[in-house]
């Protein structure tokens, strides 16, 4: 399938051509599923950089949100080519700090 990933769907590519009437009217909304993506349940399952998607889908929060930490210096994220980036130990070191409180990161 042509696209790419983004939020558990797929996102199909921007070709400038509206597709015909016939086509739409043939695709069923009510039987779409969105792609189940599989987010990793163990720190060692995470890449070493990972992207905004990602960060937001395990902290369960919008890109608004995650950007605004990324912007002040609280979660740390390198820029390449024109994206985000995020270090696994950086993220690591932030979850920890935003619930030192409960205890639930720590080894």
Known sequence: MSGREGGGCVI???LGVKPPKR??????????????VALPTSWNELPLYFDTGTACRLLKISIPTLMM????GELKASKIAGKYRIDK??????VRSQHTHKGDYDE
């Open 69 to 72: 930490y990324i912007k002040s």
């Open 23 to 36: 086509m739409i009217e043939q695709f069923n909304f009510a039987e779409y599923r969105p792609l189940e």
């Open 89 to 94: 130990d950086e993220f690591r070191e932030f």
């Open 12 to 14: 199909l590519p921007n």
